[in-house]
């Protein structure tokens, strides 16, 4: 692995940080063709040695006292990433386009890295790893022996890898930092596990607790196909711990119903007041537009706002009259206000670092490297159990960890959480072409 990822590296612009000599040694000067090495048999590329220093303002800022300041100086941590560069289906110089999350995410991750070195104490070694996309690849990585000299991962990416990974970490008392899988439960007594994308259940709660706060429950109905009709309990539940004893109306459409014909949507307006329709849903373009189809044809006067998944922001296939005229929202794990100082400054940094301009990953990787060095240098590897009482505001928003447990959302009495998760939602209204904040 390590000859064809330091390849893939060399192609996108991000290589020569200072790396372990040892390791640049034999590096082409310019992209060849690697070999496809067999996944598991190969050791861990790209080791970082990072030096304190002095200088450097951080971008984005955190609270409480300066990270580090209470930790000897040169406490060295080993830290990895399990991302899914697709070494294994390269063809000649070809990059897999589904490799971009973790080319993306690992360049983000290596600016923060940079910023770490300039404003803490602590010195990371850092080792990288690909995933492949398939699990019994990933089961060879997690057999290679070198994996189990890093104490603190961030990855892997797919759901199944990241259940499998974070079995082995438990047993091993490891800390895992999932960066992407959105699941809810995915592991369970297991305080050193870190969900940063927040759980379908998060955003869920988000839109109830904004509605509710403005809405009685009766001016309130959530809309799904059978399917997903498991998906209203997270909103039944949000609005009960607000205290309320109206339930929200649930409207479910049998799964053979393509549109909204036979639904009749005017028993669910209410005069004079805001009717807010929510909708958990995102398999489907076109059963979204029906809905919104209906609604604009049978709203009238009445005023009306529709709550959709982060999904929508992605469909192309709905008008942006609907999403306006409907007063549409969604929810979003991430939001970069691209005006905003800090963020041009980060794409320029990331520019000249790459070659080209960050996405969503990039911001992502950034931000939870930043993160974790920071804990790490003020916490050291304790800092899963200080989660609870640290915020960060980040490039894409903000982090705010809440205990998870999954036996029934209760505290067995030991104050060990099955699992942390990143609970803050933005919450997104459409507004002239495109989604900006609430106020």
Not at 76 to 105: C, D, R, W
Not at 280 to 290: E, G, K, L, N, T
Not at 292 to 301: A, C, F, I, Q
């Amino acid at each position: 692995m390590k000859n064809t990822i330091l390849f893939l590296i060399c192609l996108f612009g991000i290589w020569g940080i200072s790396c372990d000599p040892a390791r640049r040694a034999g590096t082409p000067t310019r992209p060849g063709t690697p070999g496809k090495p067999a996944p598991g048999k190969s050791t861990p590329m790209d080791t970082i040695r990072w030096t304190p220093s002095n200088s450097g303002k951080p971008p984005i800022g955190q609270g409480g006292n300066q990270p580090g300041s209470n930790k000897p100086n040169g406490a060295t941590y080993h830290i990895a990433y399990l991302l899914p560069f697709l070494s294994n289906q390269m063809e000649g110089e070809e990059v897999p386009e589904k490799s971009k999350l973790a080319l993306q995410f690992y360049a983000g991750g290596k600016l923060a890295l940079e910023q770490l070195s300039a404003e803490t104490s602590i010195q990371l070694v850092v080792n990288v790893w690909d995933t492949q996309a398939n699990d019994t690849d990933f089961e060879k990585v997690m057999n290679n022996s070198r994996l189990d000299k890093s104490t603190v991962f961030i990855g892997p990416v797919r759901a199944s890898h990241v259940s499998t990974f974070a079995s082995w970490t438990k047993q091993r008392g490891k800390i895992l930092v999932s960066p992407e899988t959105p699941s809810a439960d995915l592991t369970q007594g297991n305080p050193g596990f870190v969900q940063i994308n927040p759980s379908l259940r998060a955003h869920c709660e988000t839109i109830t607790q904004y509605v509710r706060k403005r809405n009685k429950a009766d001016a309130v109905t959530l809309v799904c196909k059978e399917k997903e009709a498991d998906r209203m309990i997270y909103f039944q539940q949000a609005n009960a711990r607000m205290g309320g004893t109206t339930r929200l109306n649930e409207l479910v459409i049998p799964d053979d119903q393509k549109g909204f014909e036979q639904t009749d949507l005017r028993k669910y307006l209410r005069a004079g007041r805001t009717s807010v329709f929510v909708l958990p849903s995102w398999a489907s373009q076109d059963y979204i537009m029906a809905f919104l189809r209906k609604l604009k044809e049978v709203k009238g006067s009445h005023q009306v706002e529709v709550y959709g998944m982060p999904q929508w922001r992605h469909f192309d296939a709905i008008e942006p009259e609907y999403l306006s005229q409907l007063n549409v929202h969604i929810t979003s794990a991430g939001w970069q206000d691209y005006t905003d100082p800090d963020i041009k400054a980060f794409q320029q940094k990331f520019y000249e670092s790459t070659g080209t301009l960050p996405d969503d990953d990039a911001f992502n990787g950034y931000d939870v490297t930043l993160f974790v060095g920071r804990m790490l240098a003020k916490y050291g590897l304790s800092f899963p159990e200080h989660l609870g009482s640290e915020k960060a505001n980040t490039l894409r928003g903000r982090f705010a960890f809440s205990q998870i447990f999954t036996n029934g959302g209760v505290d067995q009495g030991n104050n060990q959480p099955d699992y942390w998760e990143n609970t803050f939602v933005h919450l997104l209204r459409f507004d002239q072409f495109r989604y900006v904040p609430v106020e």
